[in-house]
């Protein structure tokens, strides 16, 4: 099975500072994404990668940043963090095909106060 | 531009009774379909996607969507819904375009099954 492991389920951070949020998956998929999940709307596509190094801005990429030095693991990181920030993280990876289905890891819940 | 829609925030069912959680799409191209199901404090599960061929795709966990392109439509069926199936209910898309590789999603639907 596909495994896409988050590094945190709960992370409580203080305004101002820098979060690291790290996300690593197992079955050699091109594609990594961060997603932010808030009540009533939905998924947000913060970020996306199709292969080291590569990245492309999704929905909501202000006061974010991705990196992605190696192909199983890819970093959302909040450059100075704020408690609109406040949220459901979700990391999901799948293959370069647009008729695969993605994974998702279980969700880093972060409180930023 | 590639866009999703549920329109009920909320679906109510009585255990027993079928159950369907809508979606529409807006997407260039071919468009291809996703629902996932996210339990409490849970990341997303696949349940099931359309690519192409037979317009009623089956899925995991007994559930079923049925694609209408007439009306872009992709909802989500089960004939006989069970209380463990309450939880949150996401419809995606990607489109079929060559680099179209975002995969957009609904606001998300919550199904409660009453005893």
């Known amino acids: 099975d596909v495994k896409v492991t988050q590094s945190s389920r709960y992370l409580v951070k203080r305004t101002g500072e820098k979060v690291f949020l790290e996300c690593v998956q197992d079955?050699?998929?091109?594609?990594m994404f961060w997603y932010r999940q808030d009540p009533g709307l939905g998924l947000r596509l913060i970020y996306f990668?199709?292969?080291?190094?590569?990245?492309e801005k999704g929905d909501i990429p202000e006061g974010y940043s991705v990196s992605r030095e190696k192909k199983e693991r890819f970093s959302l990181i909040l450059e100075s963090a704020s408690t609109n920030q406040t949220s459901m993280y979700l990391c999901?990876?799948?293959?370069?095909?647009?008729?695969?289905?993605?994974?998702f890891g279980q969700g880093t819940r972060l409180t930023v106060v | 531009a590639q866009s999703v829609a549920q329109p009920e925030d909320q679906v109510n069912v009585a255990e027993g009774n079928p159950l369907t959680v809508k979606c529409t799409y807006s997407?260039?191209?071919?468009?291809?379909l996703f629902w996932y199901v996210q339990y409490p404090n849970r990341g997303l599960q696949f349940l099931l996607k359309?690519?192409?061929?037979?317009?009623l795709v089956k899925g995991s966990y007994g559930f079923e969507a049925e694609f209408n392109k007439s009306q872009t439509s992709f909802h989500l069926k089960k004939p006989s819904a069970l209380v463990s199936d309450s939880a949150l209910y996401f419809c995606?898309?990607?489109?079929?375009?060559?680099?179209?590789?975002?995969?957009?999603f609904g606001t998300g639907t919550r199904l409660t099954v009453i005893p």
């Open positions: 359309y690519i192409t061929g037979d317009n």
């Open positions: 997407v260039s191209g071919n468009p291809y």
């Open positions: 999901a990876s799948s293959l370069i095909s647009r008729n695969t289905e993605a994974f």
């Open positions: 995606a898309v990607r489109g079929g375009q060559t680099g179209a590789n975002n995969l957009f």
């Open positions: 990668s199709y292969d080291v190094k590569m990245k």
């Open positions: 079955m050699d998929h091109e594609n």
